[in-house]
């Protein structure tokens, strides 16, 4: 199966300009995440979506950060205005169903290779 | 609230032989999963190996297996027959499996494997 795609890989801007980030995820996966992951430390889950809902956004910054999943597919991660903290590879993952099989483990999250993002 | 900690940022290993990376966890459930984690350089992150905590068997996986010690909280990765191609970042991560919890997964700072030939 295809895995999560992720555009565009790299991406340099100044501060105070905006950045946006795509992500589609595996075929018929009901959850998508987007997690930050700044040089140094792990990934943090910024924002993620059952279907075309929000189940959890509570460290994502929402006075700059945006993100929507219209269509309950694939996603759009926003950053108006950019600041030199957010500096980082913004991480999009996906998994079956967050619902379900919890316990068997077969909800395991599939990660795409990421979008390096430079604000100078 | 649940915190995972890798105190090694760095770790070396010899081609062919065995190096073991530490995780440690806080958390107050009784039930939950731990994963390892494998980041290459500027590639995907994959999933190496899961625990789950109600079983006291240790989870393995070819050349990879895990040191659960559920009382001490500490679950630890062993690599054993090191190849070239385990080079990568390790991140330890956390899952709860409570009722209602989402599927969020709760990342240690990472250990930058390097395996000298």
């Known amino acids: 199966e295809a895995g999560v795609a992720q555009s565009p890989r790299y991406k340099i801007i100044e501060k105070r300009q905006s950045v946006a980030f795509w992500c589609n995820p595996i075929s018929g996966h009901a959850t998508l995440y987007w997690y930050q992951q700044i040089l140094g430390q792990g990934p943090k889950l910024l924002i993620q979506?059952?279907?075309?809902?929000?189940?959890?956004d509570s460290q994502l910054p929402k006075d700059r950060f945006s993100a929507e999943r219209l269509k309950g597919v694939d996603s759009t991660l926003k950053i108006q205005p950019a600041k030199l903290e957010d500096s980082a590879v913004y991480l999009c993952a996906s998994s079956l169903d967050r619902s379900g099989s919890l316990r068997d483990g077969a909800n395991v999250l599939t990660f795409g290779a990421g979008s390096r993002l430079t604000v100078l | 609230a649940q915190t995972v900690t890798q105190s090694q940022p760095e770790m070396s290993v010899q081609e062919a032989e065995t190096v073991t990376l530490s995780c440690t966890y806080d958390t107050s459930e009784s039930d939950y999963y731990l994963f390892w984690y494998k980041q290459p350089p500027s590639r995907q992150m994959i999933l190496v190996i899961r625990q789950e905590a109600y079983k006291q068997q240790n989870a393995t996986e070819n050349r990879f297996s895990v040191n659960f010690q559920k009382a001490a909280k500490s679950f630890s990765l062993k690599i054993s027959d090191s190849q070239l191609g385990d080079a990568a970042m390790y991140f330890c991560a956390y899952r709860s499996v409570r009722s209602g919890a989402t599927n969020k997964l709760i990342f240690g700072t990472g250990t930058l494997l390097a395996v000298q030939p």
């Open positions: 979506f059952q279907n075309n809902g929000v189940v959890d």
